[in-house]
T-cell receptor, first 115, second 116 residues
Framework: AQSVSQHNHHVILSEAASLELGCNYSYGGTVNLFWYVQYPGQHLQLLLKYFSGDPLVKGIKGFEAEFIKSKFSFNLRKPSVQWSDTAEYFCAVNRNGGSQGNLIFGKGTKLSVKP | DTGVSQNPRHKITKRGQNVTFRCDPISEHNRLYWYRQTLGQGPEFLTYFQNEAQLEKSRLLSDRFSAERPKGSFSTLEIQRTEQGDSAMYLC??????????????FGQGTRLTVV
């Protein structure tokens, strides 16, 4: 069965620190990969997604993610976080060709940024 | 607001009662999804519709759960004979899935169910 693992449950950083959140998936076939963010009190929003092509994907708000097929990984990065990045981040995967809404999510990583 | 709308936002019910939640997707979206999220977990897929047809159901969707999308617009999720284990956030999402255009899923803010 497909699954998504997010390595960190809670990450605490100071403003301007660099961020990397880990995500690994288990699925042998071709997959589509997503990072969603949920700000406090708000709905899930898409940060970025990878379907094919350049494995370095740039998303909104300065976030990027790198797909490494050999490692089954899709880590999220940001060079310098801001207090406003405080949120919960979810990695998700679906089968290539499947609906973009039929997703398997990781458990999420809560990011707290100290001002 | 033209996003996905869910009602009610919160629902407290006694064990054994039936509850129904409503989801209004983004108007042109033909696909609609239901997810459940419990504390400390990511959203778990329950079911999805293409227009009015229910195309896939998760094993999580026991026979006490039923979802409908009668006219291919809004959807309802009903839980019969609620149990304490049903306490969770129920999320709805929608997307546009056509040959020439596919969008990501847009999520609503969810309905938080508490069964006491």
């Amino acid at each position: 069965a497909q699954s998504v693992s997010q390595h960190n449950h809670h990450v605490i950083l100071s403003e301007a620190a660099s961020l990397e959140l880990g995500c690994n998936y288990s699925y042998g076939g071709t997959v589509n990969l997503f990072w969603y963010v949920q700000y406090p009190g708000q709905h899930l929003q898409l940060l970025l997604k990878y379907f094919s092509g350049d494995p370095l994907v740039k998303g909104i708000k300065g976030f990027e993610a790198e797909f490494i097929k050999s490692k089954f990984s899709f880590n999220l990065r940001k060079p310098s976080v801001q207090w406003s990045d405080t949120a919960e981040y979810f990695c998700a995967v679906n089968r290539n060709g499947g609906s973009q809404g039929n997703l398997i999510f990781g458990k999420g990583t809560k990011l707290s940024v100290k001002p | 607001d033209t996003g996905v709308s869910q009602n009610p936002r919160h629902k407290i019910t006694k064990r054994g009662q039936n509850v129904t939640f409503r989801c209004d997707p983004i108007s042109e979206h033909n696909r609609l999804y239901w997810y459940r999220q419990t504390l400390g977990q990511g959203p778990e897929f329950l079911t999805y519709f293409q227009n009015e047809a229910q195309l896939e159901k998760s094993r999580l969707l026991s026979d006490r759960f039923s979802a409908e999308r009668p006219k291919g617009s809004f959807s309802t999720l009903e839980i019969q004979r609620t149990e304490q284990g049903d306490s969770a956030m129920y999320l709805c999402a929608s997307s546009l899935d056509r040959e020439t255009m596919n969008t990501e899923a847009f999520f609503g803010q969810g309905t938080r169910l508490t069964v006491v």
